[in-house]
């Protein structure tokens, strides 16, 4: 029987201030807090999938439950937003202060924004066209 991986779980980013990266994730992405230990970890909810943030060093500490992990610089993800939803976004990141570092218009036809998390990860708002998938 064929096998094929067909979702991604989890992704995960790093970061070095989680309380700050607490309130940037909730308050302006909106994104439910599903769990945090102190010092190490964040875990959120994003639709049917999970965004995992790690404090690098904590985690890269060798513990009897998971195998050390961790990188340093910054991280990429991309969150799919409907062509419709991407002017409130704009304006939901103008209001929390958060510049937009580009926009790209594809030639596919979809558009993608482009910010920064407060530890420096590139974090991307993106319509689901640029991959030929279709919109939530």
């Not at 309130?23 to 010092?39: K, M, N, T």
């Not at 060798?62 to 991280?75: A, C, I, R, T, V």
């Amino acid at each position: 029987m064929p096998m094929h991986l067909d979702q991604i779980l989890e992704t995960c980013l790093y970061v070095d201030d989680l309380p700050r990266a607490e309130r940037f994730y909730h308050e302006v992405l909106g994104l439910e807090l599903e769990s945090r230990q102190d010092e190490r970890h964040l875990f959120f909810h994003c639709g049917q999938q999970m965004l995992l943030l790690f404090n690098p060093l904590v985690s890269r500490a060798l513990n009897d439950h998971f195998p050390p992990h961790g990188s340093f610089g910054p991280g990429h993800v991309a969150f799919a937003v409907g062509q419709s939803e991407l002017a409130a976004w704009s304006e939901r990141l103008a209001q929390h202060a958060i510049p937009i570092e580009k926009t790209i218009d594809w030639p596919s036809g979809g558009r993608s924004l482009y910010f920064r998390d407060p530890a420096g990860n590139l974090l991307e708002l993106v319509t689901p066209k640029i991959w030929g998938l279709p919109e939530k």
